[in-house]
């Protein structure tokens, strides 16, 4: 298995506090990425990383910034969290090289639900 | 914009029924597909990558295949364990940052 681990893997929090949730790997992959996923939309990219300090927005952005200032970390941060933001987020890498196989590999999940 | 459709929703199988799942994609330029299996309260766990036409890749019961426009995965004679869901993604040459997912599948073998 792909050295993923994400912390917390499950919290409960109030509308309008702010959340952090921390990917770690071990892989020292160049790539990383957050996912939401919500029944009906499948996985949702909100950002990703290209590599240390380089992130760019995905297709559900909007109300989540992230931070990676080591390769082996990628922060996801809800500034002000939402009802509508409940949802299960993963984190992936990938090496994403032209001749190696971009597959991504997947952390287990952190279960987020906003009340 | 890259897009992935996944039928059906659900199946629902008798161990041994054997079957298929489809994944139509619509995308510029095929960096390539993949498909990976989800047990409940997990991450995705990646099975395949198929990169062009024609090609196959075969993992114990399960074979994938690719044409231009879909990928199938043939379940040959399944067992209660290979119930899970599963998805399919394609990432195109102009954006190869990034994956588009299907909804998936959800795959139920009975014994």
């Known amino acids: 298995d792909a050295g993923i681990t994400q912390s917390p893997r499950h919290k409960v929090t109030e509308t309008g506090t702010p959340v952090t949730l921390r990917c770690h790997q071990t892989?020292?992959?160049?790539?990383m990425y957050w996912y939401r996923q919500d029944p009906g939309h499948g996985l949702r990219l909100i950002h990703y990383?290209?590599?240390?300090?380089?992130?760019d927005k995905g297709e559900v952005s909007d109300g989540y910034s992230v931070s990676r200032s080591k390769t082996e970390d990628f922060l996801l941060t809800l500034e002000s969290a939402t009802s509508s933001q409940t949802s299960v987020y993963f984190c992936?890498?990938?090496?994403?090289?032209?001749?190696?196989?971009?597959?991504?590999?997947f952390g287990p999940g952190t279960r987020l639900t906003v009340l | 914009e890259d897009q992935v459709t996944q039928s059906p929703e659900a199946l629902r199988l008798q161990e041994g029924e054997s079957s298929s799942l489809n994944c139509s994609y619509t995308?510029?330029?095929?960096?390539?597909l993949f498909w990976y299996r989800q047990d409940p309260g997990k991450g995705p766990e990646f099975l395949f990558t198929?990169?062009?036409a024609g090609e196959e890749k075969e993992k114990e019961r399960l074979k994938a295949t690719l044409t231009k426009k879909e990928s199938f995965l043939h379940i040959t004679a399944p067992k209660p364990e290979d119930s899970a869901t599963y998805l399919c993604?394609?990432?195109?040459?102009?954006?190869?940052?990034?994956?588009?997912f299907g909804d998936g599948t959800t795959l139920t073998v009975k014994p």
């Open positions: 892989e020292n992959h160049r790539y």
């Open positions: 995308v510029s330029g095929l960096r390539g």
């Open positions: 990383s290209y590599g240390v300090k380089d992130t």
């Open positions: 992936a890498i990938s090496e994403n090289r032209a001749s190696i196989t971009d597959t991504q590999y």
């Open positions: 993604a394609v990432r195109s040459n102009t954006n190869a940052g990034k994956s588009t």
């Open positions: 198929l990169y062009s």
